[in-house]
């Protein structure tokens, strides 16, 4: 292309001077081959132009896959060290119980550290397999003080960024039922709303005061609120939104996300309202 670009040009050229000699009375193919070189111009650049925004797209997808896995990355340590934590309460308190922990600890980490899986997507059933590691651990620990109630549609089955539910569960019984001498309960709900899976995730417990669910999600928080941040960091590079988070001193903490039940389907949307 570039070849007939410089032809077309040079033929101009000589065209342009015979014409203007006199050796040639029609000027006619000057206007063709100045055509058919702004038509080739013309192509390259738009080939130049579409290629450049596919290099574009992809280093930014790199570019969100790096930042995802760093995040899973904070996210694994936090959950083993509170585990670990939880595994030394239990050998002092109900000695009996700890390798039943343990192999439900083992359970969890052979499915939460796969690093060779970098395109950061895991499944609906394997983050439930996790979650229900994770509150056995806390409900061996706690007893009666951890109520847990699921209501989840057993028939919905899609691919699920790794480690979003978990953390907020966790987040909901360490802060927010753990915080009151009396415990409480938390409750998982997963339910179809159109194309979309509506995750909440609600806890009875101590609650928040007002302005506080803003200020988890701020990026500018010194304290606090690390795990829920990068989930909804994680939310709103993947889905262009993150979480919604309700909560009322005294009366409990509502933790509200919506993942679509098709992945293609990456679009904004705008944060579903409370009902």
């Not at 030394?88 to 980490?109: G, I």
Request: net charge neutral; with cysteine.
């Amino acid at each position: 292309m570039i070849f007939i670009a410089i032809l077309a040009i040079n033929l101009y050229s000589v065209d342009a001077i015979l014409f203007s000699l006199g050796f040639k009375t029609d000027s006619s193919f000057l206007q063709v081959y100045i055509m058919i070189f702004a038509a080739v111009m013309v192509f390259l650049l738009s080939v130049q132009y579409f290629t450049a925004i596919r290099h574009l797209q992809s280093s930014i997808k790199q570019t969100q896959d790096a930042e995802i896995a760093f995040l899973r990355a904070q996210i694994n340590p936090h959950f083993l060290y509170n585990a670990l934590n939880s595994v030394a309460a239990l050998c002092a308190t109900v000695p009996e119980k700890a390798e039943e922990v343990v192999l439900e600890l083992s359970k969890y980490l052979r499915r939460s550290f796969d690093f060779k899986r970098m395109d950061a997507m895991s499944t609906l059933a394997q983050e439930l397999e996790l979650l229900e590691a994770y509150l056995y651990i806390e409900k061996t620990r706690f007893g009666d003080r951890l109520e847990v109630v699921y209501d989840i549609d057993e028939t919905l089955n899609f691919p699920v960024p790794p480690l979003v539910l978990q953390p907020l569960v966790e987040n909901a019984v360490k802060h927010g039922l753990m915080g009151s001498i009396v415990g409480g309960t938390v409750k998982i709900s997963i339910r179809p709303e159109g194309d979309e899976a509506v995750f909440t995730i609600e806890d009875n417990g101590i609650g928040m005061e007002t302005g506080k669910p803003g200020q988890l999600l701020e990026e500018s928080a010194q304290t606090g609120g690390i795990g829920v941040r990068n989930i909804d960091r994680r939310l709103k590079m993947l889905y262009s939104r993150g979480l919604s988070i309700r909560s009322e001193k005294g009366r409990g903490t509502q933790v509200r996300f919506a993942l679509p039940l098709r992945q293609e389907e990456h679009r904004k949307k705008r944060i579903l309202p409370w009902r």
